[in-house]
DNA sequence: TAGTTTTGTTATGTCATACATAATACATCA
DNA sequence: TGATGTATTATGTATGACATAACAAAACTA
């Protein structure tokens, strides 16, 4: 009985009046089907048309503005721009209050799209591509001498590869997570280097790139990154 | 001569109040090193420490709070948290708002994590998760009369693959490019279906789990999307 | 008349103050 | 003691004022 009332009660709107503001705006982005460069409505026009101090309409556009919805000049007012999606997360991507859990996931995420890039990267690579690609991997320091490998080095060569797909949301994507590997790689959070096992190198992945097949590099993709694997491996095997 | 002075201006540096304060925050959130759980300085501390208006103060504030660094209760002050990453991103992931050129890439970046997660798959699936594709697999509409492909279905099944990885993260980014896919399919943003000619289906994916090999499931995967592939090759070749 | 400067208008940015509201700690009373 | 009311505190909301940038129109000069 008692119960019942009290479940009458649970929906109780918790929101405050900027959340409901926010999401009238998000809403009438949505169904109104606004293009980028419309101009939604002055703050002024919000302030009489929802009945809401402009303080509340401040607070929800600040908030559109940092998702990146929109953008407001003055004079202008406050005009529909395509978000970069990436650009935000890169905020809150900050190793030190992402969890470890998490910062592990995001490591492995890398791994996966590296492995699974193989055949947009084999339907764009251009020549250029591969001499350049080349370069980088003649400059690269000899791996007897790299214990903790060259970091910068490792960027260079994948950030590379990132390139070479053609897809720039997903370079975006790879230049956001740097400072998660970064911290990774420094932290104990992987077990520390094995032996420097790399049975494909950079200049081997070069050479399928060259002359192999999209099949031939997921799998040399796969050893050269075996390292990595077997440290979260571990690493996961240690929590667990 | 003028032009020396007016080179001088040029470096007055045109981010407003806010901005400037929000980078004071963000580095106070990094250098300092705080953990999930601190609570920063109160809103009036603020003001008095940074020398601007309590507007300032809260916008630069609220900032953090939608890109969900932190959370504000009453009376207890703001609280740093761990930020759902791509909880924020999902709100901006409005397909309607983003460019095509970027839904297509985003497409493509799932194409690109599912045959990547192979590996992960295989050190990871149980024999429950297996019996539970099966399951699904058994339900499954026939391909025949699917011309349009069951996308409800579909999602069913890719998604238990992304929950097998046991990557919360992971899952948790499919969850939400899902009203991409969905939209992307609808629109004419692919080419229309060519012929439904997967060369593996869902159940031969499921066989090469319970028997085959991580490489194996990459290539078949690769071959089970060829239809994704095909179009999103096909409608980048008329665009460019 | 063309081109430049000045002025005015408009919408966002910033400030200050007051009050509302929720959460907590403290005091009060049965 | 333990439940209940009350004070305090920090965030939430409202309002009014002024600052500033962008743009447009008017005014002015050559």
């Known amino acids: 009985m008692v119960d019942n009332i009290i479940n009458n009660f649970t929906t109780v709107d918790n929101s405050s009046l900027v959340d409901k503001v926010e999401a009238n705006l998000v809403e009438l982005l949505q169904n109104r089907k606004l293009k980028v460069g419309d101009v939604i409505p002055k703050e002024?026009?919000?302030v009489e048309t929802l009945g809401v101090s402009r303080t509340v309409i401040?607070?929800?556009?600040?908030?559109?503005?940092?998702m990146g919805l929109i953008e407001s000049k003055k004079k202008k007012g406050s005009v529909i721009t395509s978000p970069d999606i990436f650009g935000i997360m890169s905020k809150s991507m900050n190793p030190h209050i992402l969890d470890q859990e998490t910062l592990k996931e995001i490591f492995e995420i890398r791994l996966v799209l590296e492995i699974g890039m193989a055949d947009f990267i084999f339907q764009k690579i251009t020549k250029e591509d591969i001499n350049e690609l080349k370069e980088i991997v003649k400059n690269e320091p000899l791996s007897s001498e790299s214990h903790l490998f060259n970091i910068d080095h490792e960027i260079k060569f994948h950030g590379k590869l990132y390139e070479i797909t053609g897809n720039k949301t997903m370079?975006?994507?790879?230049?956001?997570l740097l400072p998660i590997f970064d911290y990774v790689h420094n932290s104990g959070l992987l077990q520390k280097q094995l032996e420097q096992k790399k049975?494909?190198?950079?200049k081997g992945l070069v050479d399928i790139l060259e002359n192999g097949s999209p099949e031939l590099f997921r799998n040399a993709m796969r050893n050269h990154l075996e390292n990595h694997f077997a440290r979260l491996i571990m690493s996961a095997e240690n929590v667990g």
Request: hydrophobic share 45%.
């Open 171 to 176: 370079k975006t994507f790879q230049r956001m």
């Open 44 to 46: 002024i026009e919000l």
């Open 58 to 66: 401040r607070e929800a556009l600040a908030r559109l503005r940092t």
């Open 199 to 202: 049975f494909v190198s950079h």
